[in-house]
């Protein structure tokens, strides 16, 4: 018999994994499948966004520079679920010549120094991030009309330390109210404080805290933060609007978070206006940076039994002996209020 023989069926095991028969589906486009790997776009030039409107990014390219420019940008897809916000430092691709009709394109958000958020509410995990990289917070509130909220504040004071951001304060409408018995309130805090009246806006003296800083401008509605801002940039044209006399509520004039430069001589700052709140959620905050922002509280506190909550009810808590005993005034019972109604919202 041959070695190779028509009766030898050796390899009919084999037919079994035959795929000749098979069909592949050919790709429906044609080309190469997407690659999870993307461009590091080395070459992209880095940008301050400046404001942000419905898609759309006005970013400054070469800042300080002869060739300093404003350019109208596109999110790139890879970066649809990151917001991008009013502040960001962002790496830019395409026409970045700023002329008209032409549109650039973000593709890299660089890494941030500081993140400003807050929540709807206290329960509410997502948070809204309003600003990046600023290191100041101006927090400006009416003396009255409206009448000022220092729970508000709190807030606002508390978000400030969270991101490591530095705050102050503005009181405007002095004119209308004495602001003594409001600030009272913060006497404990290392915290700036500006007044300003109707007939008088400490320009000058405000600009001044703003050179070489990045700063970012809250307060409730109708406090008079959009005239204020007016005021330090002119040309800002930054829509101002009026108290409603039956509710004693402000409108939202500043409907988008703008960048604006502060200029004092060849020295400037950024101000980084925001539209006006009535509430500002903290659902975001870790309960620990919130005895922080109350740093004469805070030092304190330091002689609290470990794990001490701070809460009416907390044995031996040094601040609460404090208050009781006087050693913090008038003002040290208002701070240990606000503290506790905070701290309370993350208890429950």
Same mark, same amino acid.
């Given at each position: 018999?041959?070695?190779?023989?028509?009766?030898?069926?050796?390899?009919?095991?084999?037919?079994?994994?035959?795929?000749?028969?098979?069909?592949?589906?050919?790709?429906?486009?044609?080309?190469?499948?997407?690659?999870?790997?993307?461009?590091?776009?080395?070459?992209?030039?880095?940008?301050?966004?400046?404001?942000?409107?419905?898609?759309?990014?006005?970013?400054?390219?070469?800042?300080?520079?002869?060739?300093?420019?404003?350019?109208?940008?596109?999110?790139?897809?890879?970066?649809?679920?990151?917001?991008?916000?009013?502040?960001?430092?962002?790496?830019?691709?395409?026409?970045?010549?700023?002329?008209?009709?032409?549109?650039?394109?973000?593709?890299?958000?660089?890494?941030?120094?500081?993140?400003?958020?807050?929540?709807?509410?206290?329960?509410?995990?997502?948070?809204?991030?309003?600003?990046?990289?600023?290191?100041?917070?101006?927090?400006?509130?009416?003396?009255?009309?409206?009448?000022?909220?220092?729970?508000?504040?709190?807030?606002?004071?508390?978000?400030?330390?969270?991101?490591?951001?530095?705050?102050?304060?503005?009181?405007?409408?002095?004119?209308?109210?004495?602001?003594?018995?409001?600030?009272?309130?913060?006497?404990?805090?290392?915290?700036?404080?500006?007044?300003?009246?109707?007939?008088?806006?400490?320009?000058?003296?405000?600009?001044?805290?703003?050179?070489?800083?990045?700063?970012?401008?809250?307060?409730?509605?109708?406090?008079?933060?959009?005239?204020?801002?007016?005021?330090?940039?002119?040309?800002?044209?930054?829509?101002?609007?009026?108290?409603?006399?039956?509710?004693?509520?402000?409108?939202?004039?500043?409907?988008?978070?703008?960048?604006?430069?502060?200029?004092?001589?060849?020295?400037?700052?950024?101000?980084?206006?925001?539209?006006?709140?009535?509430?500002?959620? $903290?659902?975001?905050?870790?309960?620990?940076?919130?005895?922080?922002?109350?740093?004469? $509280?805070?030092?304190?506190?330091?002689?609290?039994?470990?794990?001490?909550?701070?809460?009416?009810?907390?044995?031996?808590?040094?601040?609460?002996?404090?208050?009781?005993?006087?050693?913090?005034?008038?003002?040290?019972?208002?701070?240990?209020?606000?503290?506790?109604?905070?701290?309370?919202?993350?208890?429950?």
């Amino acid at each position: 018999m041959s070695w190779w023989s028509d009766d030898d069926d050796e390899d009919d095991e084999y037919d079994l994994y035959d795929e000749s028969t098979i069909r592949s589906r050919p790709n429906p486009k044609g080309n190469r499948p997407r690659s999870k790997q993307r461009p590091e776009h080395a070459g992209a030039e880095i940008a301050r966004v400046l404001g942000v409107d419905r898609g759309r990014y006005t970013v400054l390219l070469e800042e300080d520079t002869a060739d300093e420019r404003q350019v109208i940008a596109a999110r790139a897809s890879e970066l649809r679920r990151s917001p991008i916000v009013t502040g960001d430092r962002v790496a830019v691709v395409g026409d970045t010549t700023g002329d008209e009709g032409t549109l650039a394109r973000i593709v890299r958000i660089e890494p941030r120094t500081t993140l400003l958020r807050r929540s709807a509410d206290d329960t509410d995990e997502v948070e809204r991030v309003i600003v990046a990289n600023a290191d100041q917070m101006l927090i400006v509130v009416a003396a009255a009309n409206p009448e000022p909220r220092t729970r508000l504040v709190d807030r606002y004071l508390v978000a400030a330390y969270d991101a490591g951001i530095e705050p102050m304060l503005c009181v405007t409408k002095i004119d209308l109210a004495d602001p003594a018995p409001f600030l009272d309130n913060f006497a404990g805090l290392d915290l700036p404080v500006f007044t300003s009246r109707e007939d008088h806006i400490p320009v000058e003296e405000i600009t001044a805290a703003l050179i070489g800083h990045d700063t970012v401008v809250v307060g409730h509605s109708g406090v008079g933060k959009s005239t204020l801002v007016n005021a330090i940039v002119p040309g800002a044209r930054r829509a101002t609007g009026h108290v409603n006399e039956v509710t004693g509520r402000g409108r939202h004039t500043s409907s988008s978070t703008v960048s604006l430069r502060v200029q004092s001589g060849a020295e400037h700052g950024w101000v980084i206006d925001t539209p006006g709140v009535r509430s500002f959620g $903290l659902g975001h905050v870790d309960t620990a940076s919130i005895l922080k922002s109350f740093t004469d $509280l805070a030092a304190i506190a330091e002689d609290c039994p470990r794990g001490c909550t701070h809460l009416p009810d907390a044995p031996d808590c040094a601040i609460i002996e404090a208050v009781d005993e006087g050693r913090l005034g008038e003002a040290g019972r208002a701070r240990l209020d606000s503290l506790q109604r905070l701290l309370a919202t993350f208890a429950s």
